[in-house]
């Protein structure tokens, strides 16, 4: 059973690991949008580097557990983030081979990376103590990222994809909806699993 590897999941040197995998992969997610942030007004800033952001939410779980702590705002926008970045991701990697019919080294990296973060996301739900007005401000935070992306056009850009960009903005916000539904079963439904991670003595 999966639970088995739980110890191994709150084990420091694991967490530590983590810490440093996800913090490279954050500073790389945020350089790989430079050139985007370059032409993004001001106002929208913060919300251009989709990924990069819900890589850095978990990497304030991570620190919190460590510290043997909960940061229950940053994992419910850890987890509902993770789950939908992570998934559209693959999917949108995904769709650039079927049109292209070709995908990169750069785009299986992506996918890889993205995958984890969504498994990631999840596999450390049983840690996490969110309550119900946690995970409403995180898909408040996640609708909200939304409308900037689809109404106010400040998605991740995939050149080959723009023309169906209202279906992938259709399909974004079902995955959206899907991802929230992903926390409320592991944080918040009776009966799950929970465990805690203690700090060394």
């Known amino acids: 059973m999966i639970s088995r ?28 949008y430079q050139s985007q942030l370059k032409d993004t007004p001001g106002i ?8 990069p952001t819900a890589s850095l939410f978990f ?26 970045y992570g998934i559209w991701a693959v999917v949108m990697n995904l769709l650039v081979f079927i049109v292209s019919g070709e995908l990169d080294w750069i785009g ?4 890889g990376s993205h995958l984890a973060m ?3 996301g999840v596999l450390y739900s049983p840690f996490y103590r969110i309550k119900a007005w946690h995970l409403v401000l995180a898909s408040i935070v ?28 259709y399909f974004t916000f079902w ?15 009776k009966n799950r699993f929970v465990l805690s991670i203690k700090s060394s003595s």
């Open 142 to 169: 996640v609708l909200h990222n939304e409308i900037i992306d689809y109404v106010f056009m400040m998605m991740p850009t995939y050149h080959l994809l723009d023309l169906y960009i209202r279906e992938i903005g």
């Open 5 to 32: 590897f739980y110890p191994f999941l709150a084990n420091r040197s694991v967490l530590w690991l983590l810490l440093i995998i996800n913090l490279g992969g954050t500073a790389y997610g945020y350089y790989w």
């Open 59 to 84: 990497v304030f779980v991570l620190i919190a557990f460590l510290l043997g702590k909960n940061w229950p705002l940053m994992e419910a926008l850890a987890i509902v983030s993770l789950v939908k």
């Open 118 to 120: 969504a498994i990631e």
């Open 108 to 111: 299986l990296m992506l996918m």
């Open 175 to 189: 995955l959206s909806i899907l991802s929230i539904g992903i926390g409320y079963f592991f944080c918040l439904r």
């Open 44 to 51: 929208f800033l913060p919300f251009v580097p989709d990924s």
